[in-house]
């Protein structure tokens, strides 16, 4: 009999980690969770409490895993200090973890706000330059780049998921272009854990959204097909958003009243 497959998430205390966990453990997936927070360990987990810089204790939470979702490290703008320890050097930490215990598969938490400074896509986009709007999104393209350097040095087939509104059901206008859901991400996070072919493949991490800004077919190339649409909820979603009408994917992380930095 086989045995039970075991994935790592780090991050495990945020939202997003919540909102998968039932679906995977739903499907019979062990996992292993990280987070520097304490978590609450459901039957089919096994809880760490240690920071992704800890080389030593990521090590022994990657050992044995058969893919790392790493979702750990800072959600938003902060100044450069703490971006760059939990965001870069944390995922390098990971990456290294990974490389060492032979793990092959990796899925990297990246944003859309690596491309945050262009104008919102007039019709949905297969690729975008890096453009980042904040430290927070520069953090993101170092993170996609040292994806990039371990897959090809050590042989590893890693998925760089462009995330943009991980949440239960969208709550704002913008977010019914860039919504993932929850079951879309785990659907995303098989495909990562099935597809083989070795290098960093970059994926917009959105559902099947009718109004969204980037297209699915890179998420096709390594078997990813959401099957969620946020027009679901379009109805629900009340006129007006949080975030200023500046005409840019990033929103409020490129506008002038949020200063590079300043946590927010």
């Known amino acids: 009999m086989a045995s039970r497959r075991r994935y790592l998430i780090t991050g495990a205390a945020g939202e997003a980690a919540r909102g998968i966990r039932p679906i995977l453990r739903a499907q019979g997936i062990e996992l292993t969770l990280l987070d520097r927070v304490p978590v609450t360990a459901e039957a089919g987990e096994t809880a760490v409490r240690a920071d992704l810089t800890d080389a030593d204790a990521v090590r022994d939470a990657v050992r044995g895993v058969d893919l790392v979702v790493h979702l750990g490290g800072l959600p938003r703008e902060r100044p450069w200090p703490d971006i760059a ?9 990971v990456l290294e973890a990974a490389a060492h215990e032979k793990v092959r ?17 007039q019709a949905p986009v297969e690729d975008l330059p890096a453009r980042p709007d904040s430290y927070y999104g520069v953090s993101k393209v170092a993170m996609e780049s040292l994806a990039s ?21 969208p709550s704002s ?10 079951a879309d991400f785990v659907r995303l996070i098989e495909a990562a854990a099935s597809h083989d072919v070795p290098g960093a493949h970059l994926v917009w991490a959105i559902s099947r959204n009718t109004r ?15 099957q969620d649409d946020a027009e679901a909820y379009a109805a629900l979603v009340g006129p007006a958003d949080d975030n200023p009408d500046n005409g840019l994917i990033g929103a409020g992380f490129a506008d ?5 930095g300043v946590a927010w």
């Open 85 to 93: 320890s939990a965001n870069i050097d944390g995922t390098r930490v």
């Open 105 to 121: 598969h990796v899925l990297i938490a990246s944003s859309t706000h690596v491309v945050g400074f262009w104008p919102i896509p």
């Open 149 to 169: 350097v371990f897959a090809d040095r050590h042989d590893m087939v890693v998925t760089l998921a462009r995330i943009g509104t991980v949440e239960e059901a």
């Open 173 to 182: 206008h913008r977010s019914l272009a860039t919504w993932l859901s929850h």
């Open 212 to 226: 969204r800004w980037f297209s699915l077919e890179p998420g096709r190339k390594v078997g990813y097909e959401p």
């Open 256 to 260: 002038a009243s949020h200063p590079l």
